[in-house]
Every structure is written in C-alpha cells, then in structure tokens.
C-alpha cells in the first residue's frame, strides 16, 4: 500500500483480482455441487491436451484478437462500439454469399480466398459505417444503434438460411457447407488452424498500435477520444476521424467473421459471432488500452473459451462459467483500478498544500 | 369496438409490463444522474433469482417435484423480494463505483450486463424449462365493467396495476413535490442542489438501488407471469436494451416512457399477428419471409432515437397553442439530465 504507483503496490492491484474472481467462480461452482479443481482441469485439458485443442485456442484467438485490436482503436477515438458484434456477422455474412456464389478453378483459389476476405471487410465496414453515420450526423447513441444493428445482422442471418441460403434436405440451422476452394486452408493434420489468418492478426496486433502511435492520425483519433471539443477546436476533423476508427475496426471485425465461417464452421451459421465482439470488449478494457497485453489478454480469453465447450459433455455444466469467470475478472479489475486511483488521489491530496488538504477532507464528509 | 380489438389492446397493455416497469426504474436512477447500463442483464440475472425463488419456496429444491409444499402465493411474493434484492444488488455495485471510485458508469454497467447473463444462464442451469407459479389474473372490482377502459385496463394482473401507479406516482414525485425536485436537481444541476444542502450522494445510492429494485421487479414479472419459467437464451433477451432506448425516447419523463413501451409492445402485437396469420392489404395477401419482422422493434429502436435526436418530437411543440405549450413542455423535452453519467465532487 506505501506505494502503489511501481513495483510490489501495481502487482498486487493486478493478481489480487485474479485470485478474487478465479475464487468467486470457485465458489460457483461448489454451489451448483462440482469440484472446482476438477473443473479448472477439465478446463486446462480442454484447451491444451494436444495439438488439435491448441490449435482450437487459436481458432478463438484469432478472431478475438482481431475485434479487440479494432476495439482499441473506436475506444481510443472515444467510441463505444458495442455494435462488434454485428460487424463481425456482417462481415461473415458478406464472405459466405462469396463463398456460396464464387467457384473458382483450383490454379485460382487464392483469389477466391482474397476475393472473400475482401467482401468480409466490406460487410464489417458497411456495418460499422451505418452505427459511425447515425452517430456522427445523425445524432443516435452508438451503444444503442450498434445494439439494434447487432440484433439486424442476426435477424438477416436468420433469414439468410431459412430463405436464400436454405440447404436443400438439410435443417434451418446453418447454410449449405461451402467448397473447399472457399475455405482457409489448414496449417496440417495436428494444426487445424489457417496460418493466413495467424499472419494477419500478427500483423494487425503490431501495425494498428504502431500506426496509432507514430502518424497523424493515430494524433487525431486520440486527441478526438480525450477532448472532442478542444480537437476540433484545434483543426482536427473530428467527424472524420471519428468515422474512420469506426471503419477500421469493422474492417477488422469483418476478417473475424470471415474467419469464422471460412475456417471455423465452413459454412453460415446466425449465431457464427458467439459474444467474441462483446468479450473483444472486455479484453480491451482489461488491457488499460495498452496494445501490447491485447493478444495475451486474448489469448488467455481464448484458452478459458476453448477449455470450457467440452464442461456440458464432461462434467454436465453449462458453458457460461467462462464467460462468468472473464467478466467477474473484469470488473473486479476495474473496481480495484478505482480503488488504486482513489488511494493514490487521497495521498496526492495529503502531500499538497493546506488549502488541498481542507478540500479533502470536505469531500471526506461527503463522498 | 369490437371484442377482439380490446383483446389485443389489453394484451399490449399486459406485454408492456416488464417495460415499463424496468423503464420506470431506470428513469428513476438516471433523473439523479447515474444511468445503469446493466438493464439487460439485470432483467436477465433477476429473472432467474426470481423463478428460483419463488419455484424453490413453492415446490421445494427438487427440480422434478410436482407436489406445492407452500402456496403460490407465497412463492411469488418470494420470488419478487429476491428479485428486487437482486436488481438493487447490481445497481449498489454501479452506485459504489461511481460514487466512491470516480469509475465511468457505462463500462462498469457494460461489464455487468455481460457477466449477470452469463450469472443467469450458469445457476439457471437446473431449472430452465420446469414449471413454477404464475402470477394469476385478478380483475379489479367495479373498475373492470368500465365500458372499453375496464376490459384494457383493469381485467389483468397485479403487475400490471403496479406499473399503473408507478407511472403515476413517479410523475407526481417528480413533478408535484419537493423531494422530488430535489430528486430532478441533483440529475441536472448537483452544485445548486449542494448548495442548497441537498445531500447529492446520498440521494443517489437511494434513487440508483430504488431504480435497480424496480428492474428486479420487472425481471420477475417476466419469468413469473409474461414469460414464464426459465429459458436458453432467455425469452427477453435483448429488452434490457430497448428498456434503456424508451427511456431516451420518453425523454426522463414517465408518461412518455409509457406510452413509448406501449408502442414497442402494439408493434410487437402486429408483428406477432402477422406471423400467425399472415398479411393482406386490401384483400391481396402479401407473402414475404416472415423472420423478417423480427427485426422490427430494433428498426423502430433506431427510428425513435432518431426522432428525438433531431429534435421532431420538440418541434411538435410550436404545433400547439401557447398555454398548452407551456403545460407540455416537460413532457416533449429530450434533453437528457445535464449531469448524467457524471460524478459528483465538493471541493
């Protein structure tokens, strides 16, 4: 507690959360009546027994990367885009009508590969570019427009395979599974994972922070995030700027929903986006808006969603706990962030001068 | 007026419920300058506490009984207490980090809202598609053979009612007395209700966990009457959401906010209407994918945004004369309270 800024005070706001909300779901899950090391075994066998579950790690990893990394850059730009969720469906639905309509001879596949990514892109664009419209000139809240558009794209991808993409003979659950000209091909046997698409989150997750950093408009879209008032004051055109962050990060999302059709399922499915743009949100948030923990962060997201889809066969339990254990993680993150602040604000209040001092203990009375 | 027509015109009114009331809370929480952002989950996660409950003390912890070991009755006051505790639980937390921890309102609400439905949908596990009590119908006397309001209005359920008088009773609160202008102050102008030796934070946690209790309340009403038992995904699913859209429509003000939930519920009525008996216009029967009409109320959720943001609802203002404007203008301002989602600090 004596210094809570480096060293031993920082760790300790960071592994006490962790302790806390891995023995809260603990205590989950004593009260539905399970082990809790049983699970967390379960859990760890899940997502690492072989090379086979690794790969299906970063099969979640890839995609969730690839949100949280356009989440950093709408966050950044002061946006809360809620609305990845249907980015990431937009994006998988452009990429499978690709992938439904193109059949392309074998010598020119990749084409058709980059032919659907492309049309990924465009729908995620499309998708965020509606909520950054209806924000920016329209004067409609993003969580709320992108909240109704997630709910859209699902009702279109509904439709999609109860209507046009229905598979002759086959159930509503799911369009007719794509050629194998349309998928991402796999690294090998033991690592089913398509390494095009390792490659291009490595280098989503090393530009776009570099990008941000380095250039005039990362200067921009952060000064438009911090003080959108005083940025536009200074020249900066915030509604631009503003609607460009909301563009590359649907662009991102909608490489997400690509892969997750192209690789994941091979084929559409409504529910293809699966909470990784909400969780995209989380990891964000957990990141402090530090880049660098963005694909560790994910990838420890990826493992617990990984491990965990095999509790309901294993164990009879539901896979929520994941999604229970990343979220209590969070916020008590979050809540023990405001705590530090809170703490190091009450010293900083201490060592001022006098009148400082009085103001602190006013707001001690009342706060 | 036919029968059938009040028929449906009360089922809206009935299927408006859990709207209104969850949107009465949150109109409650965000007049004194904190917006819960958790509503989603909130409903969710109080849905299944309060089934639990009231499951639990009407048939015992065994999932497969079918022999009432308490009354209903006692089983649905139960189920709504816990419900409540529930709702003003979650809303404590968005109080306590806000209020003490300075943290931004909506991340801590998003968070929420994401880790309660997974809450729900874990500890639900057990017990989603089992019967339990169901809140009965109960036609007020005298009230109920008014000729077109009785068969609407009062021919429902307690719920129902309750969301009545919580309309009424939040617009005199708000409007008609003093601690309700101090209710109003502290979500517009903190400093001056300071001043004035308002206690802001205080009243917040209050207006913040009131508000959070009535969410419960509307997460019971959903898994304890409009609909019943438990489900994966959870039968409201995505009304949090719109909960938080008719408040901003209803401009903080409680009768728009009623007659905003009523509409998305008519919709939801037509739409519903369609997809069991199909749709013809001038005696020619139009044929379309009728999954589309899901996606109505979330086009009207734009739609309404839409409208107050630029400003038509306030330009029906200038169309009504003058003494009539002045009396209407706190129900067609959409302005939201200028310190919402703020702390408040002396110093």
Redesign the interface.
Known sequence: MRNLNSGPGRLAFVLLPVLLSLLLAAL?VL??GREPQEVLQKIWQGAFRNTRSFAGVLNFWIPLTLASVGLYVTFRAGL?N?GIEGQILAGAIFASAGALTFDFPPEFAPLQLLLQILLGILGGMVWAGITGA?KIW????E???G???N??AG??G??LI??PWYPEGGSAQQSRPFLENALYPPLSREWPVGLLAIAMTAVAMVLVPLVMARTRWGLQLKATGSNPRSALLLGVPTSRVAMSAFLVCGALAGIAGSYRVMFTYGSFRPLVAGGIG?LG??VV?LSTMKPLWIPLIAFVFSAILAGSTRLRVSLQ??S?????LQ??L??VF??F???R??LEARRGDQAGDASQAS?SS??GL?? | MNVEFLNTLASVVANATPLVIASIGETITERAGVIN?SLNGSLIVTAMAGFIAARVISFGVDVDAIDMIASAEAGLIGGVLVAMLVGALVAL?IAL?S?????DQ???G???T??M???A???G??YTRIPGPVVPKWPVPLLQDLPLLGPVFFQQNVLVYLSYILVIGLWFWLFRTRPGMAHRAIGERPEAA?ARGT???RLRYVYVVLGGALVGVAGAAYSLHFKPGLSNPPAMQ?DG?IA??IV?FGGWHPFRVVLGAWLFAALRAVSSDIQKNGLSVLGQTIEF?F??L??LP??M??VT??LV??GAIERLLLLLPGPVQRRMRSVLRSDPPRAIGTTF???
Not at chain 1, 138 to 141: F, I, M, R, T, Y
Not at chain 1, 320 to 324: E, K, N, R
Not at chain 2, 99 to 103: M, S
């Open positions: 989950l009260a539905v809360w809620i209806l329209l004067g409609v809240n969580i709320f427009g909240m109704a558009l709910a859209l009702v279109w509904i439709y109860s209507g909400f949100l989380l948030l339990l539901d929520s706990l994941a999604g229970v979220g209590t969070v916020l979050i809540l962030q405001g705590l602040q809170r103001a006013q707001s009342t706060g | 952002l937390i980090s209020i003490e921890l300075r943290l909506v991340t801590v998003f968070i929420l994401l880790l439905a997974d809450l949908q874990f500890l596990q057990e300071y206690n802001v934070n995505g959401w938080l859209a901003i994918n999954v589309l899901n996606g979330w086009l959720l734009i945004l839409l943001s630029s600090e002396v110093d």
